[in-house]
C-alpha cells in the first residue's frame, strides 16, 4: 500500500470514529496550496472542526502526534485561515486525530491543539 492509499484508509477510519461521535463531514482534502492541506472539515454542534489525521503502522517509531511538527502545524494553520477568510465561521478549532494499527487499532483524539 502507498503512502496516499495508507493515509486515506486513516482519514476513513478516522472519519467513521468522528461520526459515531456525533460530528458531520463537511469536506476531505481540502488543498489550499502544495504544503497546505485539511484532512477532515467537520461540524460538531456549532463548531467548525478542522482534524488533522496521522496514520502509524505500530509506535515503534513514534505516537502518530509526534508526527505534527512546528512546520506541519503552521501549514494546519494556513489552511484554517484560508478557509476563514473564504467563509464565515463563528466558531472553530483544530483537532488531532492519532491511529495506530498493530497491534489493535487504537484511535486518540486530541481535541483544541
Do not use: W
Not at 464565515?88 to 491511529?99: L, S, T
Amino acid at each position: 500500500m502507498n503512502n496516499r492509499k495508507f493515509g486515506n484508509a486513516g482519514e476513513d477510519l478516522a472519519c467513521r470514529y468522528l461520526q459515531k461521535q456525533g460530528y458531520e463531514i463537511l469536506e476531505r482534502n481540502k488543498h489550499y496550496s502544495r504544503f497546505c492541506e485539511i484532512d477532515i472539515i467537520a461540524k460538531n454542534k456549532d463548531t467548525i472542526v478542522f482534524v488533522e489525521v496521522k496514520t502509524r503502522k505500530t509506535d515503534s517509531f513514534g505516537t502518530p502526534f509526534e508526527a505534527i511538527t512546528a512546520t506541519k502545524y503552521a501549514n494546519i494553520k494556513k489552511g484554517v485561515y484560508n478557509y476563514l477568510s473564504e467563509n464565515k465561521v463563528k466558531n472553530y478549532r483544530i483537532d488531532v486525530v492519532g491511529i495506530t494499527l498493530k497491534p489493535e487499532i487504537k484511535i486518540e483524539h486530541l481535541k483544541n491543539i
